[in-house]
């Protein structure tokens, strides 16, 4: 079995193409059955966003994989070949798509570095697998350790702590300067995009109580309608400043709007209280000159973009630390899996032990004639003790040596050894966490299929956490 991934992103393809491969929350469960119908194909998950189609699937042969999921995401939208599709995909295996996985779920890979949306992405599009039962033991694990690895990662680092857009770098200034912004009052002036979105974002940080005002009276209605806010007349806004503690403006004006003599006038009618100013307009809307206002905090584009360019700096640093958890976790699920590996053996060991077992059990208690429960169990009892004990070595070694580079060596010595080629381990696994007890030397171990589309019915779909399994 191997694990693949094969998609595209913001970084392979252009925005036509990803639009176009994208596949809604209401198809997405015809496009899982769809995909696990190709031979071959055991288990599958469809990650489907605005900025990524990925497909993670664990297959029985690798090359006949990638193609089957490439005519999978090819058949998704009849109008796109599979020559135009090609040459923006990418492809991983093993180790290097669990390491693609990790880094999506951490935000590593996105286009803003840091971001917080993709996880719930990962998450939503892990529990549409689980509902349609196409996700199995395999990528239950996998995806489960990707979104701890992503909460690891959010919790020791601070990827996500520093504003890396101009708006929300706006947010950042205003925190430092008052300590508690659900008692401010937010003046917006003009209708420009960042400043709508540093509104929005101020709101979203406790601000209560917005003021707007623009040349257009009906925008400033509609935009107090949006932002639960009070509509100024833009003749009038000025005399509003000294009710403002954060003054955001964001105009197409070729002129000053405030001047100086507006903001010391403001400050004096504030009784000297702090008053914060963002110009994220170009040309300026604000008097530069009104930095030099005791008490007045102004700040421009230019100044907003060196912050963010500063936070861009420190999220890469912490994204290098984020990229080492990603190569440890990527060792430990890459153990698990390979653990994996000798599941077949094992049961196929103590079914062949309890088989011999059974039949020499049967052989003596019917020699003994007629036994009392207890007597019975007594020789019951005895037998399975010397075949645990007689066994005990056999399997601490073939798990010990499962995440060696002789594993196979040593599970091939035990299936000759112990003639288990005509031996099968027939029963479905329940869930990941069965082959996590290989340690438990009492009960026998019977898994068999550890994945499958077609044999996930024998599985009852585990609810997405947070925690590690």
């Known amino acids: 079995m191997n694990i693949i991934v094969v998609g595209l992103s913001h970084k392979t393809a252009p925005i036509e193409i990803r639009e176009r491969l994208a596949v809604p929350e209401s198809r997405q469960g015809e496009a899982l059955s769809r995909l696990c119908s190709y031979p071959g194909i055991r288990e599958g998950i469809l990650l489907s966003t605005c900025n990524r189609v990925e497909v993670y699937a664990v297959v029985e042969q ?41 880094r999506v779920a951490a935000s590593l890979d996105s286009m803003i570095v840091g971001e917080s949306q993709i996880l719930g992405q990962l998450k939503d599009a892990f529990e549409m697998a689980l509902a349609h039962k196409r996700s199995g033991v395999i990528l239950n694990k996998v995806v489960k350790k990707a979104i701890s690895v992503a909460k690891r990662v959010r919790t020791e680092t601070k990827i996500a702590e520093t504003a890396v857009s101009v708006s929300y770098a706006a947010v950042e200034l205003a925190k430092k300067i008052f300590s508690n912004l659900g008692e401010k009052t937010v003046l917006l002036v003009g209708a420009g995009e960042m400043g709508k979105l540093a509104a929005k974002h101020l709101i979203a940080n406790g601000v209560q109580r917005v003021m707007i005002t623009t040349r257009d009276s009906h925008s400033a209605i509609d935009l107090a309608k949006r932002f639960n806010g009070v509509p100024i007349p833009f003749d009038e806004f000025r005399s509003e400043l000294a009710a403002a503690d954060i003054v955001l403006c964001s105009t197409g004006a070729s002129q000053y709007l405030i001047r100086t003599e507006d903001i010391q006038k403001a400050v004096r009618q504030r009784m000297n209280r702090p008053i914060f100013l963002i110009d994220i307009s170009v040309p300026r809307n604000i008097e530069p000159s009104v930095k030099d206002v005791d008490n007045a905090f102004l700040f421009d584009i230019d100044d907003l973009e060196m912050r963010v360019e500063q936070n861009r700096e420190e999220r890469q640093h912490e994204a290098l630390r984020a ?28 079914n062949r032990a309890e088989e011999i077992k059974r039949s020499e059990l049967d052989k003596t208690l019917g020699r003994l004639g007629s036994l009392s429960p207890e007597e019975r169990g007594v020789v019951e009892g005895l037998a399975s003790a010397i075949v645990n004990k007689l066994l005990h070595g056999p399997l601490v070694t073939l798990k010990a040596e499962a995440h060696s580079a002789g594993g196979t060596m040593f599970v091939e010595a035990a299936r000759r050894f112990f003639n288990l080629d005509g031996v099968t381990a027939s029963a479905p696994l329940d869930d990941a966490e069965r082959a996590d007890r290989l340690d438990d030397p009492a009960p026998l171990v019977t898994p068999g299929r550890v994945s499958g589309c077609a044999g996930l019915e024998h599985q009852s779909p585990q609810k997405t956490t947070d925690e590690d399994p």
């Open 323 to 350: 990229e080492r958890m990603v190569k440890d976790e990527v060792g430990v699920i890459g153990q698990w899996l390979k653990s994996l590996e000798v599941i077949p053996t094992i049961v196929a060991l103590r």
């Open 62 to 102: 690798l090359e006949s994989g990638y193609a089957r999921v490439q005519e999978f995401l090819a058949d998704t939208h009849l109008s796109l070949s599979s020559e135009q599709l090609t040459p923006h995909l990418y492809w991983h295996a093993d180790d290097h798509a669990i390491g693609h996985l990790f």
